[in-house]
């Protein structure tokens, strides 16, 4: 019925996650609320291992991308669970290393990484930072070199596939940002001069060819793309890559229209691509990492909110205003992203209306989505909106001086503050007159 398994209908026909019923959680802790389950981000996380032993005999590392939803609790749960860190920025490290995170653990990435940065990753012995240019590169050979240690580092490569997602979030083709591109021969180019710094540990390449994908083929194309460049490392340069990181990227359920893949086929395929390749080139198996971060936390999460006014333009649309928006949402402003939203207070209720639910910051463009099926809806009614989990929390903003919501986490039949409420004081904190 919905588009998360952790959500479902009690007797009161109130929408629930993780067992808990959110009209409660709305007025226990006031709206715009996030929610996350912890159970179900748990799920994920062995998921994800258990098709790294199954179809890799366990010869990898699942890091969960920290930019999809990032705070102590999370960097927590993740340690708990034997799954490692991406982190793409002084922020995201510093709260991972705030819980003790193992550091040897963690990928760093950033296309423009800082001295500052670099030099925390090295402070802090962060297992791999993934370099992702020249001018990067010999600023960290100087801070390693400084420090008296080798930096372990990972290349990040753009391997020129064109997976088939919104433009904004496709890293992997040849125009991107991110990474050395290999058809001009510059990322091989730069693995010879890695290899010959002395404070440099080269040990692998990684790629992340976009998010919200569905299809495995780009994946599977992707691995066979690296591991040629391994080949061509190994035959020309008589060096041995270690290890390959195939980033993340999965696709998840936000409406119907979606259909992702289970993980394990995601693994399957690439396993099975890589181990037959390595066989026949005469290869070692690389060690493999992949950086889910959306399939970990979005299915995880929603937000509640509280109906406000409510404007019937005739003939045009109705608009359903919340107290919330594109400051805790910016997704649909951003990549018109689609949501399944739910009138908590009556779940089961048959969606017969259509609406454009609309946030309250002064903008127009402030939608959390259009043409949304929604039940009969009125002002004081509890919104949520599905599958938030990722992307939302962590792209919020202080736009308009609105206070980020709390993020509340339930487990076991209870419920936990893990990101505090902003308050009017946070917003003015660092104003000086
Ligand atoms: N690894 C690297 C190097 C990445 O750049 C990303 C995402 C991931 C892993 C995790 O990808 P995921 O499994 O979450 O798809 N703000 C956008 C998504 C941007 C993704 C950026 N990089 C959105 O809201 O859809």
Redo the contacts with the bound molecule.
């Keep these: 019925m919905f588009v998360s398994k952790n959500l479902a209908v009690n007797e009161k026909d109130h929408l629930t996650i993780g067992g808990i019923d959110t009209v409660e959680l709305a007025s226990k802790y006031g709206t715009p609320l996030y929610v996350m389950d912890e159970d179900l981000i748990r799920e994920h996380c062995r998921s994800f291992k258990q098709s790294m032993d199954r179809y890799y005999g366990g010869e990898g590392l699942v890091c969960y991308?920290s930019?999809?939803f990032c705070c102590k609790a999370m960097c927590k749960i993740m340690m708990d669970e034997g799954i490692g860190l991406?982190v793409v920025s002084e922020g995201e490290l510093y709260t991972a290393a705030s819980v003790g995170f193992p550091m040897d653990k963690v990928c760093f990435?950033g296309n423009n990484k800082t001295d500052e940065e670099l030099s925390l990753a090295i402070e802090h012995k962060v297992g791999r930072i993934i370099v992702d240019n020249i001018f990067e590169l010999e600023r960290l050979n100087k801070i390693a070199l400084k420090a008296g240690v080798k930096a372990n580092i990972m290349y990040r490569i753009k391997p020129g596939i064109d997976a088939h997602t919104h433009d904004f979030?496709r890293?992997g083709q040849i125009d991107s940002k991110f990474g050395f591109a290999l058809e001009t021969g510059e990322a091989f180019e730069a693995v010879k001069k890695a290899i010959s710094l002395d404070n440099i540990n080269f040990i692998g390449v990684h790629c992340?060819i976009g998010?919200?994908i569905f299809d495995i083929d780009p994946f599977v194309h992707a691995a066979e793309v690296m591991i040629g460049f391994i080949e061509k490392i190994k035959n020309e340069l008589n060096y041995e890559i270690k290890e390959l990181n195939l980033?993340?990227?999965?696709g998840i359920k936000y409406t119907e229209e979606d259909t992702p893949v289970a993980y394990d086929k995601y693994m399957e395929k690439v396993s099975e691509k890589v181990k037959a390749l390595c066989g026949e080139k005469n290869l070692k198996l690389p060690f493999i990492l992949i950086?889910?971060?959306?399939?970990i936390a979005a299915p995880a999460g929603i937000t509640l909110y509280t109906v406000g006014g409510i404007k019937n333009i005739p003939n045009i649309r109705t608009y359903v205003s919340i107290d919330g928006g594109m400051c805790d949402n910016p997704?649909y402003a951003l990549?018109k992203?689609k949501y399944d939203v739910v009138v908590a207070n009556k779940a089961s209720a048959p969606k017969d209306n259509v609406v454009t639910v609309a946030g309250k910051c002064c903008e127009s463009g402030d939608l959390i989505g259009e043409g949304m099926p929604i039940q009969q809806v009125e002002a004081g009614d509890t919104l949520a909106v599905l599958a938030t989990g990722?992307?939302n929390y962590s792209?919020s903003s202080n736009y308009n001086r609105i206070p980020k919501p709390a993020v509340v986490m339930v487990k076991d039949g209870g419920s936990r503050v893990v990101v505090k409420r902003e308050t009017l004081d946070d917003i003015i904190r660092n104003d000086l007159e």
Excluded: I, L, N
């Design positions: 991308a930019k999809a991406d990435h979030v890293t992340h998010s919200q980033g993340g990227g999965f950086e889910p971060g959306r399939s997704r990549y992203s990722a992307y792209m």
